[in-house]
C-alpha cells in the first residue's frame, strides 16, 4: 500500500519547550488517520510542520516519498482546514471553489468542469451559485473541504474543523465527513480533542500527550485495549482506583484499594508484582447492576445511588461505594429496565475480573 504521509523523529523545540518530541508515523493512502490530544500536547504544532507552515528542529517529514525540507507551502501537495473556514463572504460557492485554481492559472472551462465533478462528490450539486450566507453550517463544512480537494491534494488536513458547530451538527458532520472521506479517497489527517470525533471517523488514531504518542491503533483497541493509563482515561469514560497488589496466582491478581475493598483482576500480559502499586481501570458500561448471584469471577460490591444521569440511550448512575467517598460511573443498559432506582438507594453492583485493565502505579497504593 502506498505511504501518503510518512512522519519520522519528528522534533520541535521553542528555546526551552519541546513541542512536539520525536513523533513517528506513517499514513497509507486513502486512510482517515486522526492525532487525539488535549489542548496544548503538540497535535497544531505537528499538523503546522505537515503543511510546511513551521520548519521541524529535527526529523523527516515526507509525503509520497519526497522529503518536505525547504519545500513552502503553497508547494507542497497538501491542503489544510482550519476550524474557522475561511471562505470568501463576497463570493458565492462557485468563486470560493474555483480560487485556487485561478491562481494556478487552469483554463476557465476547466475550472467550470472541476467546480461541477467537485460538487457532484461532496453532496451539493447546483449549489455553485449561492451565496455562503445562504448555507447551513454544514453545508459550509462541505464548501471548504471542496475548495480544497480540487486542487488534488495527497493528503488533507483538518485542524478541529468541527469545533465551531453547535452539538447537534456536529455529530451529523462526524458521520458526513466519514462518508465524504470514503468516497472522494483522500488521505485525511485530522487533529481534535474530542475523543467522539475521533472514534467515529477514523481508520487510526494517535492519542498524542505532551508531545509524544502514547498510542497508534484503531479506534476499537484504543478503547479496549489502551497502552497507558493516560489513554485509558482520555478515550472514553473510565472508573479508576489505586492500590497495590496484594497476591498473583497465573494472571489473576488480587488488589487491596485503600477504601478496604478487594478486586480480581485479569492482568493478561503485564508484569506486576505482589506488593507493588497498581491503577485500575474499569469503564461504566462494564459495571453490572444487581448481579444475578450464580453468575462467576464476579467482584461485587454496595454503592449508594447519588443521581440519575438520564442521557436517552446513554443514560448513567452516579454512585459511591459504602466505604468510600470516590464516586464512580454506572452505565444503564437498554435491554433491562432499572425505573425503580431512585438517589439514596443501596445497590449491588458487579463487574468481572476480565472486564478492568490496570498498569503499574504508585509504589505500595495511594
Request: with cysteine; aromatic share 6%; charged share 25%.
Amino acid at each position: 500500500m502506498q505511504i501518503d504521509l510518512s512522519v519520522q523523529n519528528v522534533t520541535k523545540k521553542f528555546d526551552a519547550f519541546t513541542a512536539v518530541d520525536t513523533v513517528s508515523f506513517d499514513v497509507e493512502q486513502g486512510h482517515f488517520f486522526s492525532i487525539l490530544g488535549p489542548s496544548g500536547c503538540g497535535k497544531t504544532t505537528l499538523l503546522r510542520m505537515i503543511a510546511g507552515f513551521t520548519e521541524p528542529t529535527d526529523g523527516v517529514i515526507a509525503i509520497r516519498g519526497k522529503d518536505m525540507q525547504g519545500i513552502s507551502p503553497n508547494r507542497r501537495p497538501v491542503n489544510l482546514i482550519f476550524q474557522h473556514l475561511a471562505l470568501f463572504p463576497m463570493m458565492d460557492v462557485a468563486g470560493n471553489i474555483a480560487f485556487g485554481l485561478q491562481r494556478q492559472k487552469v483554463a476557465r472551462a476547466e475550472i467550470q468542469k472541476k467546480i461541477e465533478k467537485i460538487l457532484e462528490r461532496v453532496g451539493l450539486p447546483g449549489f455553485g451559485d449561492k451565496k455562503i450566507d445562504q448555507l447551513s453550517g454544514g453545508q459550509k463544512q462541505r464548501v471548504a473541504i471542496a475548495r480544497c480537494l480540487v486542487l488534488e491534494p495527497t493528503v488533507l488536513l483538518l485542524d478541529e474543523p468541527l469545533g465551531a458547530l453547535d452539538l447537534k451538527l456536529r455529530d451529523q458532520m462526524k458521520v458526513e465527513l466519514k462518508k465524504l472521506q470514503a468516497k472522494v479517497g483522500t488521505t485525511f489527517v485530522y487533529i481534535t480533542h474530542d475523543q467522539s470525533e475521533a472514534l467515529v471517523m477514523s481508520d487510526y488514531v494517535a492519542v498524542m500527550n505532551k508531545g509524544r504518542f502514547e498510542q497508534i491503533d484503531t479506534p476499537q483497541n484504543l478503547y479496549n485495549k489502551p497502552a497507558t493509563p493516560f489513554v485509558a482515561q482520555f478515550v472514553g469514560d473510565n472508573n479508576a482506583w489505586s492500590g497495590r497488589i496484594a497476591g498473583i496466582s497465573g494472571k489473576i491478581a488480587t488488589i487491596v484499594t485503600p477504601e478496604g475493598n478487594t478486586f480480581t483482576i485479569n492482568t493478561g500480559e503485564k508484569s506486576l508484582t505482589p506488593g507493588s502499586g497498581v491503577d485500575l481501570f474499569l469503564r461504566p458500561e462494564a459495571m453490572v447492576i444487581s448481579p444475578d448471584p450464580a453468575m462467576d469471577n464476579l467482584n461485587r460490591f454496595e454503592v449508594m445511588v447519588k443521581t440519575i444521569l438520564f442521557d436517552g440511550a446513554n443514560s448513567r448512575l452516579l454512585v459511591t461505594p459504602l466505604n468510600s467517598e470516590q464516586e464512580l460511573i454506572v452505565g444503564l443498559p437498554q435491554n433491562r429496565q432499572f425505573d425503580h432506582i431512585r438517589p439514596k438507594d443501596k445497590i449491588e453492583i458487579g463487574w468481572h475480573e476480565d472486564s478492568g485493565i490496570c498498569f503499574p502505579g504508585r509504589e505500595g497504593g495511594s
